[in-house]
């Protein structure tokens, strides 16, 4: 397989950033020379031919929150494993969050899971520090500070976890959030869920084993109370502030009016953005009780009412953009049942075909899907050169098929745990070939299989993205 960054595609239906329509993409060492909408290019003799004919060719999906489980728990999932699981999905890019073990709270421990991800990804990566209630330096050395920010490439940003989940960071007292907020620069993305609240609520479900009580515990108040204080924070202090995965119906009204897109904000107020997952886009309580724990994650799947809310307010722009927090664990520790199974599943491999399938569905359209999967993710995390198929711009595609559709199988999984929990259902959309830097890293054809193959060695290909200081 050509490794020269030198491709053309041909005859695809290309979603551009303003219109849609058939024509030819070239890119050379590795970026967009030419987009030749309604026209054909001539081949060159150093440059891999594909043909598009009957596939649309999209802008590479960037997933803004995964959990690969490196270092620490490679029976869940490494590097390696969950980059190829992200490539079968058309994710050309991804930002890895920090609750592993150890949990990656210094700018020495960013360091070698950068250094990690050159010898093992296939795809572009970035990387969230973890905060803790006391390591506002370690912070600072990563992002800099308020008056001066800095951008090392492959670092997005700090993750606080105000509610405790998989891991053990945690930092939910107010003090030590003030500190964060005031004393860092960068983004900071909370995964927001009120601590003291889960905790006054555990009596409640004491003793029940049925999954339903999950919801019921890690209720829509608390998330919406982390939620509230996360943007009184972010205001006070003028902070960069990201609300990952995003839940509730109550939370996604509450934040109307005050989230908007980097590009489309005040340079006087504090930039607020949240994202949700396809898999509140899709399941309510109804699935969960029958998946059960596989369906189990943290914030929970709720209702079918925060689901029609969340979609609502995805269209209307209060959720700017579209994450898996891909987050895997062994089917046999899944298998322990409620409470005790841990809380997380799979994601990189399908999001895209899910939305994919609800746009040939009539729920949004193709043009909404790369919107919300790649180019606002990149408005979100100031990614230079990531987000649409334009002149320029780094040439990471993805060529998937509308037609033709395939029902998801747990044996076709590329992440390591092997199972997925869109199990049984047929999808459109399907990742046909990944290109990351120019150079086809995955392809999905007769010959190899509805799994697909991945074409490069490990390393290859992928570097860290780059993203610019946030004031």
């Excluded at 020379?33 to 598009?52: C, M, N, R, S, W």
């Excluded at 995964?191 to 029940?208: N, S, T």
């Excluded at 829509?220 to 609300?243: K, N, P």
């Excluded at 509730?248 to 994202?275: C, R, Y």
């Amino acid at each position: 397989m050509s490794m020269t960054g030198n491709l053309l595609i041909h005859g695809a239906t290309m979603v551009l950033p303003n219109e849609t329509g058939v024509g030819d993409l070239r890119i050379r060492n590795g970026v967009i020379e030419t987009v030749a909408l309604g026209a054909t290019l001539e081949p060159k003799d150093d440059e891999l031919f594909i043909d598009g004919r009957g596939l649309h060719l999209l802008p590479g999906i960037i997933d803004p929150q995964v959990h690969f489980r490196d270092p620490g728990q490679p029976e869940k999932e490494d590097l390696g494993s969950g980059s190829a699981a992200a490539v079968s999905g058309g994710v050309t890019s991804f930002l890895d969050m920090p609750n592993n073990k150890p949990s990656i709270t210094t700018l020495e421990g960013m360091r070698g899971k950068l250094k990690t991800a050159s010898e093992k990804c296939v795809n572009n990566y970035g990387f969230f520090i973890g905060a803790t209630s006391n390591n506002v330096p370690d912070l600072q050395e990563a992002v800099g500070t308020p008056d001066a920010p800095l951008g090392i490439p492959g670092i997005c940003g700090i993750k606080i976890f105000m509610g405790s989940s998989t891991g053990t960071l945690l930092v939910n007292d107010r003090d030590a959030l003030e500190a964060i907020f005031e004393g860092t620069g960068g983004l900071i993305a909370v995964h927001a869920e009120d601590e003291q609240r889960m905790i006054e609520r555990l009596d409640g479900i004491k003793g029940r084993t049925d999954i339903a009580a999950h919801a019921e515990w890690r209720d829509d108040v608390t998330a919406l109370l982390a939620t509230q204080l996360a943007v009184e924070l972010a205001q006070e202090f003028g902070h960069r502030l990201h609300v990952l995965h995003l839940t509730s119906g109550i939370e996604a009204d509450w934040l109307e009016d005050i989230t908007t897109l980097p590009s489309l904000s005040s340079e006087n107020s504090a930039i607020i953005t949240t994202e949700t997952l396809p898999q509140h886009l899709t399941f309510d309580e109804t699935d969960v009780a029958r998946e059960g724990t596989r369906l189990q994650m943290n914030p929970p799947i709720r209702y079918a009412k925060d689901r029609e809310t969340l979609w609502k307010q995805l269209k209307k722009g209060t959720i700017q953009c579209i994450a898996t927090d891909h987050a895997p664990h062994t089917l046999e520790a899944k298998g322990l049942g409620f409470p005790n199974a841990p809380s997380g599943m799979p994601g990189v491999e399908t999001s895209l075909a899910v939305m994919l399938t609800h746009a040939k569905d009539g729920a949004c359209s193709i043009e909404d899907v790369a919107k919300w999967m790649s180019t606002n993710v990149a408005d979100c995390f100031n990614m230079v050169g990531k987000g649409k198929l334009e002149e320029g711009m780094d040439g990471d595609i993805v060529l998937v098929d509308m037609d033709n559709a395939r029902e998801v199988k747990d044996e076709h999984s590329w992440a390591r745990v092997g199972w997925n929990p869109f199990r049984g259902r047929s999808l459109v959309g399907w990742a046909q070939v990944t290109v990351v830097g120019g150079v086809p890293v995955f392809e999905r054809t007769e010959a190899t299989g509805p799994k697909g193959a991945i074409l490069v060695e490990p390393g290859a290909v992928g570097e860290p993205i780059v993203m610019t200081p946030w004031r």
